[in-house]
């Protein structure tokens, strides 16, 4: 369903020691220049509707509305001369934006 590299499973549990009983929240939010953006954050519950699972050692909680926007998702994490950052791969998606954290896909 979704691929995390382990470079991004490194990056997202080096975020999360800090936040030690946190759980990683994948979502996906209406907007962007290209229709859709992801979003990551760190969540403290499981909310109604949400569905919790296990990436490479890491909790996530996707909420329903976010789930089928994500089936086939592969997330990395590299680093380059201007700093690092997650990339999102999605299958799905028919067009992304320059900076690949928007996307669209067909309805």
């Not at 975020?15 to 994948?26: D, G, I, N, V």
């Not at 979502?27 to 296990?54: H, N, Q, T």
Request: aromatic share 10%; glycine share 12%; with cysteine.
């Amino acid at each position: 369903m979704i691929h995390l590299s382990p470079t991004a499973a490194s990056e997202i549990g080096r975020l999360k020691s800090k936040q030690p009983h946190a759980l990683f929240r994948l979502a996906v939010k209406p907007g962007g220049c290209s229709g859709w953006f992801y979003d990551m954050s760190f969540d403290e519950a499981v909310k109604a509707g949400d569905r919790l699972i296990e990436l490479n050692g890491i909790k996530a909680v996707i909420d329903a509305e976010s789930l089928d926007y994500v089936n086939g998702l592969a997330l990395d994490y590299s680093e380059d001369l201007m700093g690092g950052g997650f990339r999102f791969h999605n299958p799905q998606a028919i067009a992304t934006c320059g900076c690949g954290n928007s996307f669209s896909i067909s309805q």
